[in-house]
């Protein structure tokens, strides 16, 4: 299955990422529009330290602890993806709370767990984060 | 500004209403031309520090950057323009040599811009590369002047040692320093996969590109910098460096703090130390001492490698060529004065040499004239920027050319000509981690193998459209140019007839 894959030694910290998915979550053609004035809340994040940074979002556990912990059942995989059903979700937080890397966040009002989702529900079909790293530390890819 | 500074020659532009203060562009600025503003929650530029390399421009995700040339003027002067009024400003606070980089920019005549094509028509079918065998393969070194054969008339093997190349071209000499550990492995994985050569210039080889060695050119220069046995046999060939087109007559010098730990022993010349070539080769002043380090890089690598003497282009050019011819170099090297640098003296780049097509033109009838073309081959370099530009120079004689700031641009350059500041935004020109890492060679290398397949493909469509099937056959095959718009002092040295002459 083709997962978000992270290589650290061609991260440039440029933060392009995060931006690209909060765009993507948009849904809009524009991310001058789409994000103008807003903060943005990616489901990728830059980890940085001095001159360490790399890319962290979910890596669709074979064996998701997040899943594992869900007491609602909001989270389920789906054809190897892992999927918050907001629906469902009722911010317990404890998908946060043992996610080993810390790959989701609470939805800005609080109310949900948000995730990546491969972007496979968004407009653009395919992780934007991505498609527009400038310089491949982040690739889609089907490593087995 | 202080009220001495000079007026910045370009402007940043930043649309306010695609702004997303996403902040990549203070990010990627190792200038720090921008700067976040946490009070306003926006963006804010100095354009006295931007160099115009277009990171910023190139990453922001909105297109809210553009860099304009500034308006800003001083009174007109068609004399004292704003270039020299600002050239003298800063020599009068630094009192330092201007320096710059890559090629001469300024506005000299392009010959190969008055040069066109010939194509086939009626008589003569042109060849439809597509379909039929199409020939870009080309040997460098020097070829028997006859066949023998030995008594049962079977061909007796004494060909030289060769370069083979799929190509025409190579990766002109840039050396490990001056541009970065990733731009020379894209550099040297592209090679590799082409079955051309980079050129190590004279930083010596690093050790994790001893794997390229066949797809190698190592140069030996002034400096002798990282020269060693395994060096000179890790290579398809050997060059000696007499001088480049960017600075010819001068040495050069790699600032202490580019030679970083990995790059002080690759040269074998202490960290944090400067290295300086000198201009001279201290034991080369004439064509005989020349001879004797042919022969000695002759004897450390066996007879089994060709040696290339690399010259700029200088007036008196065709006669140092047939100097070199003679002196059992096996190929020539000639550098136009376009031709790109890391770090040059202004003055010297831009007003020192000649064009390489003038220079080329002259060495390749210098050396019919004399009977002894055959004894090397020539590669020319300096200003060539595109395919037609390398099928002209090889019909005015060479055999095949260098390529070092198209290869630069594949890379990601952008001709901003800063590379002597060690702060190339691209990760080429510069030995700090953080910017060395934004250039990925796996990119790197694909755009030089797609750059150079391309022009290949554009070489071999040009060569059918003139009924020729092999590089040999376009080899010095100055019928197939004509000048336009050229006088007949630049005709004849070109050795090309004017447009609306015949064959005849």
Not at chain 2, 218 to 240: C, D, M, P, T, W
Not at chain 2, 323 to 335: L, V
């Amino acid at each position: 299955m083709k997962r978000v894959y992270v290589n650290e030694e061609w991260c440039l910290g440029c933060h392009l990422c995060e931006y690209y998915c909060a765009f993507a979550q948009t849904n809009q053609v524009s991310m001058a529009r789409a994000l103008k004035g807003r903060k943005i809340h990616p489901h990728i994040r830059v980890e940085e330290s001095g001159a360490v940074h790399f890319a962290v979002s979910c890596r669709h556990c074979e064996i998701p602890l997040c899943v594992k912990g869900c007491i609602t059942g909001a989270l389920s995989i789906d054809d190897g993806i892992i999927k918050v059903d907001e629906s469902r979700c009722i911010g317990c937080f404890t998908c946060i709370l043992s996610c080993p890397y810390g790959a989701i966040s609470p939805s800005p009002d609080g109310h949900a767990a948000r995730k990546c989702e491969l972007c496979q529900a968004t407009a653009a079909g395919v992780p934007l984060c991505a498609a527009n790293c400038p310089n491949q530390a982040i690739v889609y890819e089907d490593r087995g | 500004m202080g009220a001495f500074d000079v007026l910045p020659d370009y402007e940043i532009s930043r649309n306010l209403d695609r702004c997303i203060v996403c902040r990549v562009c203070e990010r990627q600025c190792a200038n720090q031309a921008h700067e976040y503003v946490p009070e306003e929650d926006a963006m804010a530029s100095d354009e006295s520090k931007c160099v115009n390399c277009h990171r910023c421009v190139s990453l922001c995700p909105t297109r809210a950057l553009k860099i304009v040339r500034s308006s800003n003027t001083y009174k007109l002067n068609d004399n004292w323009t704003d270039k020299i009024i600002k050239e003298i400003s800063i020599q009068a606070s630094t009192g330092s040599v201007l320096l710059s980089s890559m090629g001469n920019p300024e506005d000299y005549p392009i010959y190969f811009d008055k040069i066109t094509i010939n194509a086939s028509q009626v008589t003569n079918p042109p060849i439809d590369p597509l379909r039929e065998p199409m020939e870009t393969r080309v040997f460098l070194g020097p070829k028997p002047d006859s066949v023998e054969r030995d008594s049962n008339g079977k061909i007796i093997p004494n060909l030289p040692p060769q370069v083979k190349l799929s190509m025409p071209m190579m990766f002109s000499a840039m050396s490990y320093g001056s541009i970065s550990y990733n731009a020379h492995e894209s550099l040297a994985r592209a090679a590799s996969e082409l079955g051309i050569c980079y050129n190590t210039g004279e930083g010596g080889l690093h050790e994790d590109f001893y794997k390229f060695g066949p797809n190698t050119i190592v140069q030996v220069a002034s400096g002798r910098f990282g020269v060693h046995k395994q060096y000179l046999n890790q290579g398809a060939a050997v060059e000696i460096k007499m001088g480049q087109g960017a600075k010819p007559g001068i040495g050069g010098h790699l600032p202490g703090k580019k030679i970083v730990a990995d790059v002080s022993r690759t040269r074998m010349t202490p960290e944090g130390s400067d290295a300086i070539s000198p201009a001279p080769h201290h034991d080369i002043y004439s064509i005989e001492d020349l001879r004797q380090l042919v022969f000695s890089l002759k004897e450390a690598t066996d007879y089994k490698k060709p040696i290339i003497v690399k010259i700029a282009a200088v007036h008196n050019v065709a006669a140092i060529a047939s100097g070199i011819a003679r002196s059992g170099a096996d190929i020539i090297a000639i550098d136009g004065f376009r031709g790109g640098t890391g770090a040059a003296p202004t003055r010297i780049r831009d007003s020192v040499g000649i064009p390489i097509e003038l220079a080329l033109a002259a060495v390749d009838s210098k050396l019919r004239l004399e009977g002894i073309r055959g004894k090397v081959s020539i590669i020319a370099g300096g200003g060539i920027r595109s395919s037609t530009d390398i099928v002209k120079a090889i019909a005015l004689g060479a055999d095949a050319v260098y390529l070092g700031t198209s290869a630069l641009l594949a890379l990601g350059c952008h001709l901003c000509r800063s590379c002597q500041a060690g702060k190339c935004n691209w990760g080429i020109a510069t030995q700090e981690p953080e910017l060395v890492r934004r250039l990925n060679p796996s990119i790197g290398a694909k755009r030089l193998v797609n750059l150079m397949t391309a022009w290949q493909h554009e070489i071999e469509e040009i060569m059918g459209g003139m009924g020729i099937n092999s590089i040999e056959a376009l080899k010095g095959n100055r019928l197939m140019l004509r000048g336009v718009g050229l006088n007949e002092k630049e005709l004849s040295v070109l050795g090309i007839k004017h447009a609306g002459e015949g064959q005849d």
